[in-house]
């Protein structure tokens, strides 16, 4: 029996949750403004939500917000069952504290597209608990039955004598009862605030420039840092000239960190003038032969014989009447998230105070600290003693799981003895990245004489993420063979297996993980056999979808709204993809079109999406646009190449991103449903590049395989 791991699956399993608590940062526009509150402290039945005497509410929010729009979904959920209105809520960054663990994954983090999911139950539940509460308190000062009793936005009401009760006013009350072990959550029927488009909280304060992401973090007395970094992985400086730094105006400290050489200054631009003047001679270690040529070399090795055994059904050996076979590939990418890594620490004799825009703030992933378990370490204090203040991200992606860039800030600021900011440049952050991995897969089918496979083996030869970072190099995970685990087409006789190749690369979470390659390469290889049997792409996957009805519905959804099979302009034609992931279906057709040069413009994408109970639609149609313009850049434009063990690319001259100019025209489409919410940030990039490549093989006849697909050959 095979053994694989899913990225939930690794993240659960080498999970452990830590302790600490630490002062919340409050985002101040999204407070109503109004009056000072009448005085005594605030309510606070539970870890998530403060009810004022005045009757504002205050809802905390345990999940980091990179633009996913957690800071609005998760407080809805708890306005839902709280019944409070909205214009009354204020909301708060959670500390660092075991309650707030998600349940998804044994730690604090925010990844995996888990956190409406993972909050669903938990942060209904304290809401209805909450606000049974003061419907109790109220009863009892009427001195009638609870049932008899309602709540309407903001306040309790005894319909039978018109008496109401605001929220402030039941406080003191309410503060002196139990907190019920049972409540009974409100149908979907009843529901005033999940399913609306309610505008963000955090728009207000970044529209206004006034929100604090961590590049925006300043404390007294605050100097910045450069670091200087070994660009060969694994390499270590040898010699610098600290006199040289030391010369440049304002640079106050030369040390040795875990990641390199930094430069302390009063000031980003001295930082980095002084690091520059350092002149490291770097010990480039054993990595440096490392290049694009041996690691394709490696992985077609390793793909051309059978891995480990991830599925097998039936007899994967069995033969039909037409063969078809095909080699995919997908390159290295970095994140690129538009904030530049950073982050700011102040290292006291018994406390240490960070500010950061992580994803991982307490617990553990085999072997990996979170940043509360993290600096405690770094600085030999008692977690308690450690306070880990998570601000705004911008962007996130995967990359502020690994939390490097804290341990920057908290070595340069130990070696300062004063508060420091760390600030990655764009070179820094692409070259200095944790990559989602290269990976080759090699696919043969064997078609029967209705064209339908009656038989397919899949080997994919990829670098394990989880093994990376700890796990049994004998175990598959996400980055490897889970989108093809989860094949939902129904192909009787079936082989999924994978190898795990070894490279120096630092490999990390990507948006959507391995989901994002596996989806290029078995929908478009799914592509290829509708083709080879003279048949509809669309109707190619409905015959094979009978027994995954959801998958089926996204797809007819897409194809619909697409008016697939209708004329198109000459010069243009449509694609269809199809993938699960994070537990959400999302099918998408994509209209495409050559430039004069044979690059491709996406002229229209057009997604259809089931992720169970829709909590903001105006947030899930956000999300999946911009999964389509992360998954567009690298499916177009973007890859990593390593040469001489080190990364080629430093800039967005050589790591494009997609531009205003190249967006396609893109509309969602929601399933309507009555299962629980599942992901949403990451399962509309899998599909697109797919979609992409199927376009263009129906405009123009060639098959492209290897990603970025910059321009079609003549």
Known sequence: ??????????????????????????????????????????????????????????????????????LTALPMLLAEELDVAWENVSIEQAPADKVYTNPDFGIQGTGGSSSVHAAWKPLREAGAKARQMLVNAAAASWGAPPAECSTEPGMVVHARTRRRLKYGELVERAAALPVPETVTLKESKDFRVIGTPMPRLDTPDKVRGTAQFGMDVAVPAMLVAVVARCPVFGGSAKSWDEAAAKAVPGVKHVVKVSSGVAVIADGYWQAKKGATALAVVWDEGPNAALSNESIRTQLAALGAKPGIS?????????????????????????????????????????????????????????????????????????????????????????????????????????????????????????QHDYYRPASMTSFRAQLGGDGMPVSMISNTACTSIGASMGAPRTALDASSVEALQNLPYDIPNLSVAAA????????????SVGSSQNGFMIESFIDELAWAAGQDPVEYRRAMLGKKPRHLGVLELAAAKSGWGTPLPEGRARGVAVVESFNSYVAEVAEVSLNADRTIRVDRVIAAVDCGTVVNPD?????????????????????ITIDKGRVAQSNFHDFPLLRMREMPVIEVHLVPSTEGPTGIGEPGTPPIAAAVANAIYALTKQRIRRLPMRAVPV
Request: aromatic share 8%; glycine share 10%.
């Open 1 to 70: 029996m095979s053994t694989s791991f899913s990225r939930r699956d690794f993240l659960r399993a080498g999970a452990v949750a830590g302790a600490g608590l630490t002062l919340a940062v409050t985002l101040p526009s999204c407070t109503p403004r109004g009056e000072e509150p009448p005085a005594g402290p605030p309510w606070s039945p539970n870890a998530w939500i403060r009810v004022g005497r005045d009757g504002r509410v205050t809802l905390v929010v345990d999940r980091s917000e990179m633009g996913q729009g957690v």
């Open 310 to 430: 991830a599925r097998k059904d039936g007899n994967p050996a069995l033969r039909g009447v037409k063969e078809v076979a095909a080699v995919y590939e997908a390159p290295y990418q970095a994140h690129a998230c538009m904030e530049p890594m950073n982050a700011t620490a102040h290292v006291e004799a018994d406390r240490c105070t960070v500010w950061a825009p992580t994803q991982f703030q307490m617990g553990s992933v085999f072997g990996m600290p979170g940043a509360l378990e993290q600096v405690a370490k770094l600085c030999g204090l008692d977690p308690a003693k450690v306070t880990i203040n998570t601000t705004l991200l911008g962007g996130g992606f995967g990359r502020r799981f690994f939390n490097d860039f804290i341990t920057d800030a908290v070595e340069a600021s130990k070696a300062a003895q004063a508060p420091v900011k760390v600030i990655w440049s764009r070179e820094d952050d692409i």
């Open 500 to 511: 795990n190749a070894v490279f120096s690369v630092p490999l990390g979470f990507w948006r």
């Open 619 to 639: 947030i899930v149609k956000a999300q999946i646009e911009s999964a389509v313009v992360f998954g567009l850049t690298a499916a177009l434009l973007s890859e």
